[in-house]
């Protein structure tokens, strides 16, 4: 702001008593002072505030202004509530000194001048910068630069004001990470992708125990049909309650963040390609040297950012295949998704399209990636999926070899089935569950599965609501423990001939024999499907 804006109205009533041609300096800010000599506090752009109580004699005006010039002030406002009007020795000493002078009436409070000061200053700057992220949202959509990371640092410092672009699953792209711990990022993307598929109208609002926040989507496109893929922008604060000129400062900020993104995806159109020669030439069987040549390339293509050997990925490393698929999302939805949970900002991941699902190949640099891991990456996404949405992901063990990729992508489809016959709206699961009986389920029809289970259960689960029993658990905790009737009795904390009536109540229904092997396992897998 300029000395001149405090004489604007609906500023303080202040009256101007000399320097009027100096009114155009700009103020940085307040120094409220009584001290004989304040200089050695100032630091240069500030409106010095003065009740006036150092001054003792009409000479002191002059030392006093002297003082302030040499220090960096743009202008002196004088108080009349303590000591009276102005005296006209220090309307001499600022004219003499070309210091703006300026007094406070005696029922103007100096936190009033200082308060709409502070906003002034404060509007501008916001003002100044929405201007300047303006320019470097051109600068990144005409040029493809990049400087997240550095516009978010100048919003820090000089506004305060703190700032995170996330993934939908939760990795900061840009911002400062150790200020917003991972548990706090999980309810961000969560809040906002609970508000996208609600259809709510940004900026969303989410409240955290460290405070409150303001969402905004930043979309790859202005046609972008995958809001589940989007990256956000967290804003500390709640923009709803920011002047006009902050609110502006935001949505300018997350039009650069989704210049950037854009920028980024365009960025990752040979990598797609790659990744989808990958799927073509495992599908149709090639040959392995044909396979390893365009893994290469790729590890090539992520070297250019991590500053690593291809060669360490490509022929010396493992992968792993990936097979996703995703159920009531457009087709796309399931790469990009993957593309942002797997491939950050350094893209190692190839993932290809195959409709509504995915195939990935990934290296393995710090040894396999657990299903439960992928598992845990993934969970924010269930609040974007709504009641009908799901993913589900299968995992190979890793491959050592190009040749080996093969087998990995029907062992990961493998997985993905078993992942499929779970409940829940993100399933993932293991190459270590492809030994087990849930892959035998995992491919046996929906019908089926559920007239085994009827046939087996029905009768024990009616008898349970109708007589307030507890059968069903009965027979889950016998079959746990194998059999033995003292260590199901003491887990069920209930006596042994207790167990047993349950048990025979169990067998006259079914007509089954639970000391029989081969009934056992009926009911064990019956209950899995239950």
């Known amino acids: 702001m300029r000395v001149r804006d405090l004489l604007a109205p609906g500023a303080p009533r202040l009256r101007l008593l000399a320097a009027e041609e100096e009114l155009d300096r700009q103020v940085s800010g307040v120094m409220t002072t009584d001290l004989h000599d304040p200089g050695r506090y100032l630091h240069g752009g500030e409106l010095v505030l003065t009740g006036m109580l150092w001054r003792t004699a009409p000479a002191d005006s002059e030392r006093f202004v002297r003082t302030i010039v040499a220090g960096g002030a743009v202008a002196l406002a004088a108080g009349e509530a303590e000591v009276g009007p102005v005296p006209e020795d220090l309307v001499e000493a600022c004219r003499r000194h070309r210091m703006p002078l300026l007094a406070v009436p005696d029922d ?13 200053v404060s509007a501008d700057r916001a003002a100044d910068l929405a201007a300047l992220v303006d320019r470097h949202r051109l600068l990144v959509s005409a040029a493809g630069g ?19 672009v996330l993934t939908p699953t939760g990795a900061v792209i840009a911002g400062p990470a150790d200020r917003l711990p991972a548990e706090d990022r999980d309810q961000l993307v969560r809040a906002h992708l609970g508000a996208q598929r609600q259809r709510r109208r940004p900026p969303h609002r989410a409240r955290l125990a460290g405070g409150s926040y303001s969402l905004l989507p930043a979309p790859a496109s202005a046609d972008h049909q995958a809001p589940l893929a989007d990256w956000v922008l967290a804003v500390a604060g709640d923009v709803t309650e920011w002047t006009t000129k902050r609110q502006q400062l935001a949505e300018n900020l997350a039009r650069l963040v989704a210049a ?5 995806d365009e960025g990752r159109r040979l990598r797609r390609r790659l990744a989808d020669e990958v799927l073509a030439l495992l599908q149709r069987d090639a040959d392995p040297a044909e396979i390893s040549r365009t ?26 295949v990936l097979s996703a698929e995703g159920t009531g999302l457009p087709e796309g939805v399931v790469r990009a998704v ?41 969970a924010p996404l269930e609040a974007g999926l709504g009641s009908e949405g799901r993913i589900t992901l299968g995992v190979s063990a890793p491959a050592s070899e190009a040749g080996g990729l093969r ?14 016959a779970r409940v829940g709206r993100v ?18 029809p929906d019908e089926v599965r559920r007239a085994f289970r009827s046939r087996l259960l029905d009768k024990v689960i009616a008898y349970d609501i109708e007589h307030q029993a507890d059968l069903v658990r009965t027979l889950e905790a016998f079959l746990r423990s194998d059999g033995s009737w003292t260590r199901c009795a003491a887990q069920l904390h209930v006596h042994v001939n207790t167990l047993r009536y349950r048990i025979g109540r169990i067998e006259e229904l079914t007509g089954r024999d639970l000391s029989r092997l081969e009934d056992r396992v009926d009911f064990y897998l019956a209950l899995e499907l239950a």
């Open 108 to 120: 103007i409070a100096f936190g009033t001048v200082t308060e709409f000061i502070g906003r002034q």
């Open 146 to 164: 990049g400087g997240l990371d550095a516009v978010l640092d100048l919003l820090g410092g000089d506004l305060d004001l703190d700032c995170w």
């Open 260 to 264: 950037e993104r854009h920028r980024r």
């Open 295 to 320: 893994l290469y390339a790729s590890t090539a293509m992520a070297a250019r950012y991590e500053s690593i050997e291809p060669k360490s990925q490509a022929q010396d490393g493992s992968w792993l």
């Open 338 to 378: 993957l593309e942002e949970a797997l491939g950050g900002t350094t893209d190692r991941a190839l993932v290809a399209g195959a409709g509504a699902g995915a195939v990935v190949v990934l290296p393995v640099l710090d040894g396999p990636v657990p299903a439960e891991t992928l598992r845990d990456l993934l």
């Open 407 to 420: 087998g990995a992508l029907e062992e990961a489809r493998h997985a993905r089935r078993i992942a499929a």
């Open 427 to 444: 399933c993932v699961a293991g190459p270590e569950e492809l030994a087990s009986h849930v892959l035998l389920l995992a491919a046996v």
